[in-house]
T-cell receptor
Framework: SQTIHQWPATLVQPVGSPLSLECTVE??????LYWYRQAAGRGLQLLFY??????ISSEVPQNLSASRPQDRQFILSSKKLLLSDSGFYLC????????????FGQGTRLTVV | KNQVEQSPQSLIILEGKNCTLQ??????????LRWYKQDTGRGPVSLTI?????NTKSNGRYTATLDADTKQSSLHITASQLSDSASYIC???????????FGRGTSLIVHP
């Protein structure tokens, strides 16, 4: 069966520090991968998606970047965090080349102080 | 522009009561519609997924309906339980795209 792992669960970082959130998927090949951010009381905002290794599409210009160094690994990064980067970050995957059901990780609560 | 609107924004009901959540969309071309449940501080979990030809689908006490003509969907929760307290998110996918369109969700609180 397929599983998705996202870590860490919570993170408190000072302004100006770097960020690296990691997401890995098991039990499937060449999945579509997504990073979302959810501000308090708001809907999910798509940040990045990837349909293959090294293929990253950005939906919103921001202080963040994403990379997919391996087929089932998706990393969200920042060189210098801003206060506005605080939020709940979710990684998700769906079956390759489809737009069917997406499966979400448990999320990372990031607080920038 | 593809949009998904959910109503109500929030809802409070007593344990044991039924409720219905609404989702209207303007996505085109339509591919599928999903309802997710998101517990506080957790990732969303899929409840149902429906394609154009399906107009109802159940998952335990959850029943989703889809009217593709009016572009409306509803999620009916029967005999609510305290554990139903969560945000319910309507997600619509566009044909030919890997990027779904999310609604903002309905926050449901079930009181004992």
């Amino acid at each position: 069966s397929q599983t998705i792992h996202q870590w860490p669960a919570t993170l408190v970082q000072p302004v100006g520090s770097p960020l690296s959130l990691e997401c890995t998927v098991e039990g499937t090949s060449n999945p579509n991968l997504y990073w979302y951010r959810q501000a308090a009381g708001r809907g999910l905002q798509l940040l990045f998606y990837s349909v293959g290794i090294g293929q990253i599409s950005s939906e919103v210009p921001q202080n963040l970047s994403a990379s997919r160094p391996q087929d089932r690994q998706f990393i969200l990064s920042s060189k210098k965090l801003l206060l506005s980067d605080s939020g709940f970050y979710l990684c998700a995957w769906s079956v390759a080349r489809t737009n069917t059901e997406a499966f979400f990780g448990q999320g990372t609560r990031l607080t920038v102080v | 522009k593809n949009q998904v609107e959910q109503s109500p924004q929030s809802l409070i009901i007593l344990e044991g009561k039924n409720c219905t959540l609404q989702c209207n969309y303007t996505v085109s071309p339509f591919s599928n519609l999903r309802w997710y449940k998101q517990d506080t501080g957790r990732g969303p979990v899929s409840l149902t997924i429906m394609t154009f030809s399906e107009n109802t689908k159940s998952n335990g006490r959850y029943t989703a309906t889809l009217d593709a003509d009016t572009k409306q969907s509803s999620l009916h929760i029967t005999a609510s339980q305290l554990s139903d307290s969560a945000s319910y998110i309507c997600v619509v996918s566009v044909g030919g795209s890997y990027i779904p369109t999310f609604g903002r969700g309905t926050s449901l609180i079930v009181h004992p």
